[in-house]
């Protein structure tokens, strides 16, 4: 997992003329020990490790993630029809595969779905964003209990 010290956050919020509270830090922490990761289990993360960021609320997450967002610590993709899910800027040179069986979340590597962006350039002119790309079906350890689709 893609890993953002507390010292390069500070950094990219001094710039900025922003200030690296004990919450933003916090959120931070959670996203990279969590990898793939919801606000709303950023906010049970940070509740739960005692941090000293205190008592954080979610309102106070997803305004920190925002924040991360815009000064490229951390990204977001949507892997569920839920809130977006989170994971440091660094680690993001993979698709997520989402079982929709169990849930479980795997990567696979980017350049697999680089002859379907191109096609979908040639023929429609879209240039497709695939560091925000989720694919949906069934895992391998599903597939092998052949479990029945839904």
Same mark, same amino acid.
């Given at each position: 997992?893609?890993?953002?010290?507390?010292?390069?956050?500070?950094?990219?919020?001094?710039?900025?003329?922003?200030?690296?509270?004990?919450?933003?830090?916090?959120?931070?922490?959670?996203?990279?020990?969590?990898?793939?990761?919801?606000?709303?289990?950023?906010?049970?993360?940070?509740?739960?490790?005692?941090?000293?960021?205190?008592?954080?609320?979610?309102?106070?997450?997803?305004?920190?993630?925002?924040?991360?967002?815009?000064?490229?610590?951390?990204?977001?993709?949507?892997?569920?029809?839920?809130?977006?899910?989170?994971?440091?800027?660094?680690?993001?040179?993979? /698709? $997520?595969?989402? %079982?929709? +069986? #169990?849930? *479980?979340?795997? &990567?696979?590597?980017?350049?697999?779905?680089?002859?379907?962006?191109?096609?979908?350039?040639?023929?429609?002119?879209?240039?497709?964003?695939?560091?925000?790309?989720? /694919? $949906?079906?069934? %895992?391998? +350890? #599903?597939? *092998?209990?052949? &479990?029945?689709?839904?």
């Amino acid at each position: 997992m893609g890993q953002v010290s507390a010292e390069a956050l500070d950094a990219a919020l001094r710039e900025r003329g922003l200030r690296a509270t004990p919450q933003r830090r916090s959120v931070l922490r959670a996203v990279t020990e969590l990898g793939h990761a919801t606000p709303e289990q950023v906010c049970d993360f940070v509740q739960q490790s005692g941090s000293e960021a205190g008592a954080v609320n979610l309102s106070t997450v997803y305004r920190a993630l925002e924040l991360m967002e815009k000064i490229g610590v951390v990204s977001h993709t949507h892997l569920t029809h839920g809130s977006p899910t989170y994971q440091v800027a660094d680690h993001v040179n993979h /698709l $997520h595969l989402v %079982c929709r +069986d #169990c849930g *479980a979340i795997t &990567e696979a590597d980017l350049e697999l779905a680089r002859p379907l962006a191109e096609a979908v350039r040639a023929r429609s002119g879209f240039d497709t964003d695939l560091a925000h790309l989720s /694919l $949906h079906g069934r %895992c391998a +350890d #599903c597939l *092998a209990r052949g &479990e029945q689709q839904p």
